[in-house]
């Protein structure tokens, strides 16, 4: 990272740069011959009472003493991978909103407050993409107010890392008293290598809807009721793979949530397609199943359906401790285009 200019370190950032990306070295010792830095890159946040706030493309919020800057400058947003498809925040946060759906929505604003009986923080969490239409505290407040009255426990969903994103907002939620509980990436890429994989699909059978034996297998489903099926058949054009287990046949298109039965397929998946977009979700394969290619063998087999249905480009989500399915996801060719979070009042 280079900060001279003539031989001199300057600090060319002002509190006026709040809300842009930069790049600052600081003094991390006691200064002298010895004195180490430490560089930070991210959104500068906020600049008060000489305590400079920097939020990272991770949503990690950094504060750093004005004193203790030694070099600082603006620089571009971070150019788009050149691997995988294009794709714009607004465009992506839309796609992902509509691939999961609550059974319950309200406005706030433009923001909306979803809820689905508790069934995942995704379809239980303000999305707040724009202005609410109320100072940013009244609107927390709301948030806090809305889930309450359901008997749910408030979250916001952010996302940091890519050019508009919403880095400012996190920290307006640290501010308020909101801290981070989950973070996940969201990754995308080209759909065709991923339907290209090599892969056996002939034992993957592909529905419209979850059977019980698919839905016996889907970790998330520890408390049944009439919103699961709900949410995780919401979506544009919706399919479900499985590999072993439920009734027999090859392809259904209409096999209800209380049918099939049996025992539990060996892997599972599950794919939204959305124009151009294929985003896959609830890819699990049974601990005694595993390294055999199967999560492989869903994802190419779901891959293709989408292929047929005019899908050129792909996404998913993959929470940041997952290291098994980032290393997975790493193989087919997909990038981390930005992070999302789940804050919540501490």
Known sequence: MEFTMG?????????????????????????????????????????????????????????????SLVAGKVVPAAPARRRGPAASFAELAAVTARAWQPVESEPLGEWRLRAAGGFTRRANSALPLGDPGLPLGEAFGRVEQWYGERGLPPYIQTATGAEGTQETLCAELERHGWRREVSAEVRIAALAPVGDLDADVSAVRLTREPDAAWLSRYQRFSTPGPHVPRVLGSGPSVWFAAVGGGGAGTEASGAGAGSGGGEPPAAIGRCVVDGRWAGFMAVEVAPEHRRRGLATAVMAALARRALDEGASAAWLQVEEDNEGARVLYDGMGFATHHRYHHFRPA
Do not use: C, H, M, Q
């Not at 002298?32 to 946040?45: I, K, P, R």
């Not at 000489?50 to 919020?61: L, M, N, P």
């Open 7 to 67: 031989g001199r370190l300057e600090v060319r950032i002002t509190p006026a740069d709040v809300g842009k990306r930069v790049s600052v070295r600081r003094r991390s010792t006691g200064g002298g011959s010895g004195a180490e830095f430490t560089d930070t890159v991210g959104v500068l946040t906020s600049w008060n009472d000489g305590v400079v706030a920097i939020t990272r493309k991770s949503g990690e919020s950094v504060r750093i003493l004005e004193s």
